[in-house]
């Protein structure tokens, strides 16, 4: 389905369910998740950095360093193409992960190693296996698409002074690491401030906390810091971005397997 | 002083008996709050250096106890048909429910890595979306069978059991966190036998460990001390024929129990399976107490005195000997502090507070029962003959004969003493009618062992694991340690990089082997790690920084001895050929290993001190150093021969054993505080020779020690009974140690009075006759 014709009807749905309570929780979460994806559709590509900080219980610290590469990738059936590319542990450096990302079906995947000097296609159906040995999965870490969870709206509730939708998702994906999540959506500008996840026997796991965000293009909200702490190892994860840019005209030929290669 | 408390209590019987019952029920409120603990790192104290070795390694690894499943068809085919393997599926994705599971790992969701030209195919090896046909069997099979990580772990060589490991990590929040775990675990079993009853399912691991500790506490709490019950009912009948005096018996051994057990609530401190012995124990010394008062009793009730002044003479009598005979009992039983084994703390006070307690009210709430009771007279007119004189006439009779027999039977024993091996196999705490046991002995015989030893090889800097050169000897130890015949599994990481490297050439066999360069390593290792499942990740073998890896090296059955070598011998040959790295080595096995030793040593101190203390006490009791230092001989000797007895016909010495010294001490002693003070009162009061002052002694004290030492025999022998070695070896151990105890206080100890007096007999009797000789303070 086209996305202006999707976030045409998301919007329809969430102005008249303003005053309307027959709407069901379920239609009000899903109302919610497409009217934040409606708000994010159209920034094109972008680039970032990222700072990884992984640290366990006894306060050992250990750092990872990569830039990464998104486009936009229209379709209810797949996410976005992303190209990641780890400067950082050194023994890595160069080593690039090419991804598309698919909604209900295992990602694409090839990563480039350079101690090899060959592109590999990873074929898996895991993305919830933990992302460099961080506390963050795969499956944490890739594009927001409507159609990767159903949706039930919990509550409103203020959280850090700013009245949130309090909405819970279930992952659609057979292979997810999770029973479900629960989202702290911010009302006004619809950016997920915090998420708890539940691990597959519905026990609290993880808490993802979003700060700093900031605004690009007077549109694209993005948070600097990201903050996941693992209930149950007691290790946390530290995401610091940096150095955000959109629409720097990347097209599919910046994400392709021969771009791999090219990519350091 | 005696007679003046006599009377008191007497006079206040009823406001004793007031106050008894409210503090009773007082401490008995406690008796709420007593819990089992469920962990068998309770075996261990804070600063047990093994202990702490272990957790930091399970700090910088993964934290996590474990329920291992073992399923075997029962026809003996393998395990590779599509019954089983849907089996095993099933189990797998139903194990991710159990509470605190962190981890699942079996042949079904193994992630299996293969080449497909450039594609490196990432899947689980038999998961549930595989049609099971008879190619892709045999694939599974093949892949399963040659799999270093899988066989011996996962998988037995021929493919007859196989196993889902479950890993969890339990928060240490709650008390029955593992509870919920093994009975979840239980659960799971029955649903899977019910599912596929062509299987047999066993279950072992460090969380069934744990429960099995649980459950062996709270069988004997149910059995034992209900069979305790019956033994002392039986004897007391026997011994005291008055349903009064039995009944009042029980209410004050019941009274010292619920109060020793109710204070331990309060404490706080939780039972295990050492400490539940604790009420079995309390009953047998408590018995022995009552013994004492009511025979008194009965005996000058009997032969016409009216029930108070029988029973104020009973008291002025005993009053001293039970409150001396309790003193050295408790001493005996606080040396247990000096244990290594925070358990046997526990037992040590709980059973010091039960004896205290017993000491109290069987001079209280006891006299005030019987008074406030009818009891029925039975006119006797005098004792009937006494059957110890045949005893004593035999004794005096044969004094060279005894002297040197004794001897020599003392000095042969000994001898075996050092046979004498300590071992503390954890699963061998646990009898065959234990499932525990069994589940786990089938484990071990059938796929894998439970002893381990776990290697934290360290490689330097961050990211260092990589380093080639690291590599090299991590897989150089893991084929040496593979090599030893006591060897069954070694995992490591090395393998997984060799198949990596194959992987990554096609899957050409001849790649399989360590990558050479450290970029191209540490590559592979992004890599796969970039393609694993939530729950199957690198963390239980490399550490955050990348800098350390996990070595487990499974190990047979081995006793103590075996499981220190076996880690010298490991650890000699990192030190030689490891290239420089560091090691840490820890495991629960070396945890059990080295508590032995350390616990013998310092049980050793503290049974010197309660040694000195209770001589200290003797002298001052018997007015006599020279009859303290007589004392010594049968209060030391029949330890060091049931240790040597032991020696011959067991030679296995578990933790608890270390303890029997210590505490039998205290009792044995009662026997020779009331023979010593019976024939010094002989000698003293009325003058008697040496030969008639032992027939004296016999004649008063010859019967009552009898009875005691069978109540107490009887009492330690019913915790033979229990399903836990270390109490049943502490039972047997120290019903042996009393019985020797009364053959040295019988045979012996006489036959050195007589030998040792001879020679001093004239200055020893110028200076006793002058002192004011209130022999009746021991009674």
């Given at each position: 389905m086209n996305k202006f014709l999707l976030a045409s009807i998301a919007t329809a749905t969430l102005v008249l369910s303003a005053n309307i309570d027959a709407q069901t929780a379920q239609e009000k979460g899903l109302a919610i998740a497409k009217e934040a994806d409606r708000r994010?559709?159209?920034?094109?590509?972008?680039?970032?950095?990222?700072?990884?900080?992984?640290?366990?219980?006894?306060?050992?610290?250990?750092?990872?360093?990569?830039?990464?590469?998104?486009?936009?990738?229209?379709?209810?059936?797949?996410?976005?193409?992303?190209?990641?590319?780890?400067?950082?542990?050194?023994?890595?450096?160069?080593?690039?992960?090419?991804?598309?990302?698919?909604?209900?079906?295992?990602?694409?995947?090839?990563?480039?190693?350079?101690?090899?000097?060959?592109?590999?296609?990873?074929?898996?159906?895991?993305?919830?296996?933990?992302?460099?040995?961080?506390?963050?999965?795969?499956?944490?870490?890739?594009?927001?698409?409507?159609?990767?969870?159903?949706?039930?709206?919990?509550?409103?509730?203020?959280?850090?002074?700013?009245?949130?939708?309090?909405?819970?998702?279930?992952?659609?994906?057979?292979?997810?690491?999770?029973?479900?999540?629960i989202s702290w959506i911010d009302?006004?500008?619809?950016?997920?401030?915090?998420?708890?996840?539940?691990?597959?026997?519905?026990?609290?796991?993880?808490?993802?906390?979003?700060?700093?965000?900031?605004?690009?293009?007077?549109?694209?909200?993005?948070?600097?810091?990201m903050l996941m702490v693992n209930h149950q190892s007691e290790k946390t994860t530290d995401l610091i971005w940096s150095n955000y840019q959109f629409k720097v005209g990347l097209d599919d030929s910046s994400f392709n397997r021969n771009s791999l290669k090219r990519s350091r | 002083m005696s007679a003046i408390l006599a009377n008191y209590i007497i006079r206040f019987r009823w406001l004793l008996l007031v106050i008894g019952i409210v503090s009773i029920g007082l401490a008995g409120l406690g008796a709420t709050k007593l819990g089992f603990t469920t962990d068998y790192r309770v075996f261990f104290d804070k600063g047990n250096e093994q202990l702490e070795a272990y957790e930091s390694l399970q700090n910088t690894y993964e934290k996590s106890d474990?329920?291992?499943?073992?399923?075997?068809?029962?026809?003996?085919?393998?395990?590779?048909?599509?019954?089983?393997?849907?089996?095993?599926?099933?189990?797998?994705?139903?194990?991710?429910?159990?509470?605190?599971?962190?981890?699942?790992?079996?042949?079904?969701?193994?992630?299996?890595?293969?080449?497909?030209?450039?594609?490196?195919?990432?899947?689980?090896?038999?998961?549930?979306?595989?049609?099971l046909t008879p190619s892709s069997i045999e694939y599974i099979k093949s892949v399963s069978l040659d799999e270093p990580l899988l066989v011996h772990r996962l998988v037995?060589?021929?493919?007859?059991?196989?196993?889902?490991?479950?890993?969890?990590?339990?928060?240490?929040?709650a008390l029955d966190e593992n509870s919920k775990v093994a009975q979840f675990s239980a659960n799971l079993k029955q649903e899977l036998q019910q599912k596929y009853p062509h299987l047999e399912v066993y279950m072992t691991g460090f969380v069934m460990l744990n429960q099995a500790f649980q459950d062996a506490s709270q069988k004997d709490m149910g059995t034992i001390v209900p069979l305790m019950f019956l033994v002392v009912l039986v004897t007391l009948g026997i011994l005291l024929r008055s349903i009064t005096a039995t009944f009042a018996t029980l209410v004050m051994i019941l009274a010292s129990i619920i109060t020793a057990m109710g204070l331990t609530g309060w404490l706080g401190i939780k039972l295990t399976p050492p400490s539940s012995s604790a009420p079995t124990i309390i009953l047998t010394m408590a018995v022995a107490?009552?013994?004492?008062?009511?025979?008194?009793?009965?005996?000058?009730?009997?032969?016409?005195?009216?029930?108070?002044?029988?029973?104020?003479?009973?008291?002025?009598?005993?009053?001293?000997?039970?409150?001396?005979?309790?003193?050295?009992?408790?001493?005996?039983?606080?040396?247990?502090?000096?244990?290594?084994?925070?358990?046997?703390?526990?037992?040590?006070?709980?059973?010091?507070?039960?004896?205290?307690?017993?000491?109290?009210?069987?001079?209280?709430?006891?006299?005030?029962?019987?008074?406030?009771?009818?009891?029925?007279?039975?006119?006797?007119?005098?004792?009937?003959?006494?059957?110890?004189?045949?005893?004593?006439?035999f004794v005096?009779?044969?004094?060279?004969?005894?002297?040197?027999?004794?001897?020599?039977?003392?000095?042969?024993?000994?001898?075996?003493?050092?046979?004498?091996?300590?071992?503390?196999?954890?699963?061998?705490?646990?009898?065959?009618?234990?499932?525990?046991?069994?589940?786990?002995?089938?484990?071990?015989?059938?796929l894998t062992g439970l002893y381990t030893l776990e290697f934290s090889i360290k490689a330097g800097e961050e990211g260092s694991v990589s380093d080639p050169k690291f590599l090299k000897t991590v897989e150089d130890f893991t084929q040496m340690a593979e090599a030893l015949p006591e060897v069954i599994h070694v995992n490591t990481f090395t393998d997984t990089m060799s198949r990596l490297n194959k992987n990554m050439h096609s899957d050409d066999a001849s790649f399989y082997r360590l990558p050479q360069e450290?970029?191209?390593?540490?590559?592979?290792?992004?890599?796969?790690?970039?393609?694993?499942?939530?729950?199957?990740?690198?963390?239980?073998?490399?550490?955050?920084?990348?800098?350390?890896?996990?070595?487990?090296?499974?190990?047979?059955?081995?006793?103590?001895?075996?499981?220190?070598?076996?880690?010298?011998?490991?650890?000699?040959?990192?030190?030689i050929n490891g290239q420089g790295f560091e090691f840490d080595v820890a495991s629960p096995s070396l945890m059990f290993a080295h508590i032995g030793e350390r616990n013998i040593v310092s049980m050793l101190g503290g049974t010197a001190i309660a040694l000195v203390l209770i001589s200290l006490l003797l002298t001052v009791a018997?007015?006599?150093?020279?009859?303290?230092?007589?004392?010594?001989?049968?209060?030391?000797?029949?330890?060091?021969?049931?240790?040597?007895?032991?020696?011959?016909?067991?030679?296995?010495?578990?933790?608890?054993?270390?303890?029997?010294?210590?505490?039998t001490l205290g009792i044995v002693v009662d026997d020779t505080v009331h023979f010593l003070s019976k024939y010094l009162r002989a000698r003293e009061e009325k003058g008697l020779s040496v030969e008639a002052a032992i027939r004296y002694a016999f004649a008063n004290v010859g019967r009552a020690l009898v009875t005691t030492t069978l109540v107490l025999v009887a009492g330690f022998s019913v915790m033979s009974f229990s399903t836990f070695s270390l109490n049943s070896d502490m039972g047997v151990m120290t019903a042996l140690t009393i019985s020797i105890a009364l053959i040295i206080d019988f045979l012996l100890l006489p036959a050195l009075l007589m030998t040792y007096e001879k020679e001093k007999q004239d200055e020893q009797v110028s200076t006793r006759i002058n002192r004011d000789s209130d022999a009746s303070l021991v009674g």
């Open positions: 994010d559709l159209g920034w094109q590509d972008s680039t970032a950095d990222m700072l990884m900080v992984l640290s366990n219980k006894q306060g050992e610290t250990s750092e990872r360093k990569i830039r990464i590469k998104s486009k936009e990738v229209a379709g209810e059936d797949n996410g976005d193409k992303s190209l990641t590319i780890f400067d950082s542990p050194k023994d890595v450096k160069g080593t690039a992960f090419l991804s598309y990302s698919r909604i209900i079906t295992p990602d694409d995947q090839w990563l480039y190693l350079p101690a090899l000097k060959r592109v590999k296609r990873i074929s898996s159906s895991n993305k919830s296996g933990p992302f460099m040995g961080s506390e963050f999965a795969f499956e944490d870490l890739s594009s927001f698409e409507v159609g990767k969870y159903s949706y039930k709206y919990l509550r409103d509730e203020e959280f850090n002074g700013e009245s949130t939708f309090v909405i819970e998702y279930y992952p659609n994906y057979k292979h997810s690491g999770y029973k479900r999540l009302q006004k500008e619809y950016r997920v401030l915090k998420t708890e996840f539940y691990d597959r026997k519905n026990q609290l796991l993880k808490t993802l906390e979003y700060q700093d965000y900031q605004q690009y293009l007077d549109q694209y909200w993005r948070s600097h810091k | 474990n329920v291992l499943f073992v399923i075997k068809p029962k026809n003996d085919q393998d395990v590779f048909t599509e019954d089983t393997l849907r089996a095993i599926q099933w189990l797998t994705t139903e194990a991710w429910q159990t509470p605190f599971s962190t981890r699942v790992d079996s042949i079904s969701n193994y992630q299996h890595t293969r080449a497909e030209e450039d594609d490196l195919i990432v899947a689980d090896l038999a998961g549930d979306e595989l049609a037995s060589p021929t493919g007859h059991v196989a196993a889902v490991n479950v890993t969890v990590k339990l928060p240490g929040k107490d009552a013994v004492h008062v009511l025979v008194t009793f009965l005996q000058h009730y009997h032969r016409g005195m009216n029930k108070f002044d029988a029973m104020q003479e009973s008291l002025r009598i005993n009053l001293q000997p039970i409150f001396l005979t309790s003193v050295t009992t408790v001493i005996g039983f606080l040396t247990m502090n000096f244990s290594e084994v925070p358990p046997f703390h526990d037992l040590g006070n709980i059973v010091a507070i039960g004896v205290t307690a017993a000491f109290i009210f069987s001079v209280t709430l006891l006299p005030a029962l019987i008074l406030a009771l009818p009891v029925k007279q039975k006119l006797i007119v005098a004792d009937k003959s006494n059957s110890m004189d045949a005893i004593a006439n005096i009779g044969n004094r060279k004969k005894l002297l040197w027999g004794m001897t020599i039977f003392a000095i042969v024993s000994v001898a075996f003493l050092p046979r004498n091996e300590l071992n503390d196999e954890w699963v061998q705490y646990f009898d065959e009618s234990v499932d525990f046991r069994n589940d786990t002995d089938f484990v071990l015989e059938n450290r970029e191209l390593a540490a590559q592979y290792l992004l890599l796969y790690e970039m393609s694993l499942p939530y729950g199957l990740d690198l963390n239980n073998q490399i550490n955050v920084k990348k800098s350390a890896t996990r070595v487990i090296v499974t190990a047979k059955n081995l006793s103590t001895k075996e499981t220190i070598a076996l880690e010298n011998k490991l650890g000699a040959w990192l030190v018997l007015r006599s150093k020279r009859m303290g230092l007589v004392s010594l001989v049968p209060n030391l000797v029949p330890a060091f021969v049931a240790f040597g007895i032991w020696g011959i016909f067991v030679a296995q010495v578990g933790m608890s054993l270390a303890m029997v010294a210590g505490m």
